[in-house]
Structure formats: C-alpha cells, structure tokens
C-alpha cells in the first residue's frame, strides 16, 4: 500500500489539494489512501466531511507542555500511515497528472527515497523554480524538502523519524540524517507539484526562518561546517555581509582617506558589493532575490548570536 500523508493546521487549500491527490491515488490503479493529520482542532471539519470515504483523518493531539510543530505531525502521520511506501506533500499543493506514479516508480525498483520538483502555482511568485529545476538536474540530491517526497517506510525507522526539537529545517535534516545513513535521496523531475508561496511579505517571513533554521542545522551537524563555502556559501555570505553594514556606516573620514578613499565613499562601496549577485540574478528580479536573501542572512545571524 501507498500511504500519502499531509500535515495541516487552519489551511482552507487542504481542500483542493485533497481533491487532486484523491484523483492521483484513483488514477493509479493500486491500493493507496490519504491521511490528514489535522491541528486546526475542529475548524477543518467542513474539508473532513467533504471528504469522507476517500481520507482518512487523523486529530492531532498537542504533547503536553510543547508547541504544535511541523515534524510532531509528520511523525504522527507516518505512525498512523499503514503503506510500506510513505508519500509527503503540503496543503495548498496542486499535483500535475502523474505525479503520483511518477514519484513512486523508482521506490518498486529498488530505490529508497525519492524526490519531485516542486515549482510555483501559475501566476505565483516563481522566484526559485529555476533553482529548483537545476537541483533535479541531478540523479541524486544532497537534501530535499518534504512537499514532493516519497519513501519506504524502513528508511523513516532506520533513523528515527523527524526530529522533534525542529521548528522548521526538519524536513533538510531529516535528508541529512538519511544520506549520512547511507541513502540516496532520487531525484524525479517529472513528478511535480505546484504550490502557492504566498505574499512578498511572507516569502520574506519564510526566508529569515529558513537563514535561522539553517544556522540551527549547522549547530547540530557541525561536521557539514568545513564543506559549508563551497556547498553552502549562503549561510556564511550574507550573515558576514550584514555584520560589516554598521562598520561601513561608522567608518570615520580619517580611516577612509587611509585606505585611499574620499569621505563618505566607503558605505557606498560597501552597498557595491551586491552587484554581482544583483546580476547573476538578474532574470528572476534583483532586488527581490537580494531582498529575500539578505533576509535569510538575517535569520541565521539571530540564530548564530543565540544563546
């Protein structure tokens, strides 16, 4: 059996995304179901309804004395799933035809986990969809996130699931701890789900929790640290540009004629310093792509300056 699990809390878009992989399970010809894991305590019950007969719902129960998180549901999902294959999306996702088939093909030839592209809602902001194309470029992936991802379920056992202690950046530990298992995460660029990243202002939100979930990865995985220039240089960039803003602000006319500078020149030499990732990423809007990356740099300074 295929057991595709989705997590929610409070999203009305788990509604047609559950009318979309229902379709995906029917079409593919073998025994599957859907499981809902709910935290929206009742507030969905008109989508569970709706429903009923084709999804199984699962209530998600808060553990005492912890916030509600995102890999407590995973795991909650995985344990009440019944499948020897375990399939992730997200509420809000919008399945192509074939996705499901798609992504499950290589699992039944010997493969262990497997990972779809994952591009913008038409009309949504599709800032990362050229990114996220070339990362599939690749037969196998160094990580992964959890909308489009597929699995068997010894894999899941062999390391224990989602780490609970992750407000977000579980899903790219979760690969972490897989591939330093000794599993390849498959890349199947024609399994595809389409998702709505919301408003500027929330892709600005998601990129600072992404910068200090990444931090916070690197905190527990700090033997990833001595790859991290060449395979992460992100996470080291941008913090690093953001420490120097205040100096090249405060910097005094007397130090800047020591290094050969007019007065007042050295702030704008320092906001200069953008304009090759301005160009390199031209085509997708430069100022929206520094504008989030800055904010991803953001959040994994406040993380690295955490106690």
């Known amino acids: 059996m295929i ?16 009318t979309d ?8 010809g073998e025994p599957c179901e859907v499981v809902v894991v ?20 699962v209530q998600f129960r808060q553990p005492p004395g912890v916030a509600i998180s995102i890999p407590h549901q995973r795991n909650a999902g995985v344990c009440a799933a019944k499948g020897e294959f375990i399939v992730f999306t997200d509420a809000g996702a919008r399945p192509d035809p074939g996705w499901l088939a798609g992504l499950v093909a290589p699992l039944r030839h010997g493969e262990n986990v497997t ?73 199947v660029p024609d399994a595809v789900i389409r998702h709505d990243l919301g408003t500027r202002r929330r892709q600005l939100r998601r990129s600072y929790v992404y910068g200090k979930a990444r931090m916070r990865l690197y905190r527990k995985h700090p033997e990833r ?7 992460d240089p992100m996470v080291v960039a941008y913090p690093a540009y953001l420490l120097g803003v205040p100096l ?20 704008p030499l320092y906001l200069a310093l953008l ?11 430069a100022v929206r792509v520094l504008t989030d990356h800055l904010a991803y740099g953001a959040g994994a300074l406040a993380e690295l300056v955490r106690p």
Request: proline fraction near 3%; aromatic fraction near 10%.
């Open 248 to 267: 090249a602000m405060a910097l005094p006319a007397r130090a800047a004629f020591r290094f050969g500078w007019p007065a007042g020149v050295a702030f």
């Open 275 to 285: 304009i090759l990732p301005a160009w390199r990423n031209r085509s997708n809007g």
């Open 38 to 57: 709910d935290a929206s305590s009742g507030r969905l019950d008109h989508i569970r309804r709706r429903h009923a007969g084709r999804v199984r719902w």
């Open 21 to 28: 992989v229902t379709c995906e399970a029917a079409d593919l």
């Open 3 to 18: 057991s595709i699990v989705i997590i929610s809390k409070d999203e009305a878009s788990l509604d047609t995304t559950l």
């Open 225 to 231: 640290l001595r790859h991290v220039l060449r395979r």
């Open 115 to 187: 990972c779809g592209l994952t591009l913008a809602l038409p009309g949504s902001d599709s800032l990362y969809d050229r990114g996220a194309r070339r990362a599939l470029q690749a037969r196998y992936l160094a990580e992964c996130p959890t909308i489009n991802l597929a699995f068997r379920r010894g894999a899941f056992d062999a390391i224990d699931g989602f780490d609970e202690e992750f407000a977000y950046g579980s899903d790219v530990d979760f690969s972490w701890r897989l591939t330093d298992a000794g599993y390849r995460i498959h890349g």
